[in-house]
């Protein structure tokens, strides 16, 4: 099966990604590399694609995109608790109130793991169960702190976007 990767002088484009990802992933957004609420568009997305594409490349070591995302957010080091993006509410909030950067940490490997889900749609046509599991956690984990941002800043003009491109986000994993 062969695989779908971007030029590197042309950049993300749907010429360039798996037929499967084009017709699922209809909205520009997904393709656009400045959009920090695309799956690619934010500096974690962009490195977790660039990654991606490394791994492939490089034979997929054991094939399992699963393991590929456990070592680079181990790589990462942020600290955040193995299944915080599992969480109830009240766990993730006693946890976000003990650093000011664990809300930080916290969205990276969310959008990490989104974008390894995306990125291997996009690369192969197919995602693992166990990936779009880990990607649908992590959006919602992601919903739930895009309405903890509406409450402690309820002037965010970017929070409806957001939402939007998250919602849109679980629309296409749920059509796989």
Same mark, same amino acid.
């Given at each position: 099966?062969?695989?779908?990767?971007?030029?590197?002088?042309?950049?993300?484009?749907?010429?360039?990604?798996?037929?499967?990802?084009?017709?699922?992933? =209809?909205?520009?957004?997904?393709?656009?590399?400045?959009?920090?609420?695309?799956?690619?568009?934010?500096?974690?997305?962009?490195? =977790?694609?660039?990654?991606?594409?490394?791994?492939?490349?490089?034979?997929?070591?054991?094939? &399992?995109?699963?393991?590929?995302? &456990?070592?680079?957010?181990? @790589?990462?080091?942020?600290?955040?608790?193995?299944?915080?993006?599992?969480? @109830?509410? @009240?766990?993730? /909030?006693?946890?976000?109130? &003990?650093?000011?950067?664990?809300?930080?940490?916290?969205?990276? /490997?969310?959008?990490?793991?989104?974008? =390894?889900?995306?990125?291997?749609? &996009?690369?192969?046509?197919?995602? @693992?169960?166990?990936?779009?599991?880990?990607?649908?956690?992590?959006?919602?984990?992601?919903?739930?702190?895009?309405?903890?941002?509406?409450?402690?800043?309820?002037?965010?003009?970017?929070?409806?976007?957001?939402?939007?491109?998250?919602?849109?986000?679980?629309?296409?994993?749920?059509?796989?």
């Amino acid at each position: 099966m062969p695989h779908h990767f971007d030029d590197p002088e042309e950049g993300l484009a749907r010429e360039t990604s798996h037929p499967r990802f084009v017709a699922l992933a =209809t909205d520009d957004f997904y393709y656009d590399l400045a959009d920090d609420f695309s799956p690619f568009g934010s500096d974690d997305g962009s490195d =977790t694609l660039s990654l991606l594409e490394d791994w492939y490349r490089d034979g997929g070591k054991n094939g &399992k995109v699963a393991s590929f995302l &456990k070592e680079m957010l181990a @790589d990462w080091d942020f600290g955040v608790p193995k299944s915080m993006h599992r969480v @109830d509410a @009240d766990v993730r /909030e006693k946890w976000l109130a &003990k650093e000011d950067m664990h809300e930080t940490y916290l969205q990276s /490997e969310c959008r990490a793991r989104v974008a =390894t889900a995306f990125g291997q749609l &996009k690369i192969t046509g197919e995602v @693992d169960p166990a990936m779009r599991d880990e990607a649908m956690a992590a959006i919602a984990c992601q919903l739930a702190l895009n309405e903890r941002a509406r409450a402690h800043h309820p002037d965010w003009p970017h929070a409806d976007e957001n939402e939007a491109r998250l919602t849109s986000m679980q629309a296409v994993l749920n059509a796989l």
